[in-house]
């Protein structure tokens, strides 16, 4: 028989879809299977219906100095590069790219993209992040392995293939990774298409590529404007911004993520804007390249839709979604001038609700009945978090991941109390050492 699993008397902080975040002083939330059944107050009330679940002793969980929040969705991320950790630094963009990132993909095999995409999950589970934009090759190993590891993915379709020389683009290839995922048959899977960039796939594929959006109903996963030089050359080719460009092809739309964003103009946050595209903010990996600020005031101010990603763990170089929440505010405030820009609660949405939108979740991010149970536990019973203070403002400013103590995805512990459920650290980590050694 099912078991609930029953928090008791924790500080509870919530996400909501009109934008807000809320905090709940001694709530109580019961899980059972891959739901929350109840949040509130009442200790009694909680308890009536984590009985109701199963006559056997339920779990209890106790929540003295603790958080209970909503896990973090990475809506940018490369996941198996987390093998290319800390080997290829000080680049710019495209040196880092074309001379040290895609040799060493090209030597890449089965055993690596599995062990690097592991990797990567015990990286984010271990810092509170329980869902991740995948934009890689390599779909139906990574799948499998998010989905053993009970793991939420947004896995991209390569949209394009080479033959004899040539780029095409191919429904055989959607068609059966679709037949994959179905045979899975598991809710932590969606799916996009990959349109890498504009500078990376050829115009003569966009017709296709938009063809093939609509037939399979696939978000598109896009970088763009990450670096002046892509905007420059973009628009020495096609007399228009890497945004128009694609808005032309119909290749937007309200389930499109973009990542980066960095260098807009008026008229491209008017399109990104009106179409409803989600903007995957990735204020780590645009520094650490000096590809620039993305400008999320002015953003904020046409209400885009915004979020956070990572980027890959080479371009990063972690995966940690408290530091990109951090440096997204500070980032804000530091090039505006301006401290009111981006505040905590803003950046926890992003980090949160409207993650799990970008990555095609749409019942996921908000601790509220009737949501799937991806929940984190906080311990601020430590230095860095004490006093707590405003606990939006300790969440975002203050936490780090080594106070995440437990993380559940739908309704499974994957994380309890420090301890990896699913994964086996010590093979994904000497697996990963070989590879690295091997392509250094
Ligand atoms: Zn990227």
Redesign the pocket.
Known sequence: MNKAVLFSDFTIITSNDDGNVSVLEHGYCVVSEDKICYVGTSSEDASKVASEISDEQNDVYEGKNKILCPTFANA?A?MPMSIFRNIADDFALNDWLFGEIIPREDKMIEEDFRFGHLLSIAEMIESGTACAAN?YDGAKITTKASVEAGFRVQQTIMGKKCVDGKWSTDAKDVEDFNAFCRDLNSDLITRSLLVHSVYLYPEHLYPSLAELAKAYDLPVSV?ISETLTELKNCMDQYGCSPVEKLNSANLLSDTTVA?HCVHLSDADRAILSEKGVWIAHNPSSNMKLASGFADTQAMEKMNMRLCLGT??AASNNNQDMFMEMRLAAFMAKGSTLDPTVLPASRVFHMATRNGYLACGFSDCGIIETGMKADIQIIDYDCPQMWPLGNPISALVYSCGPKCVESVMINGKFVLYKHELTTLDKEKIFASTKKTMERLK
């Open positions: 940018h490369h934009m970088h990542a980027d890959g």
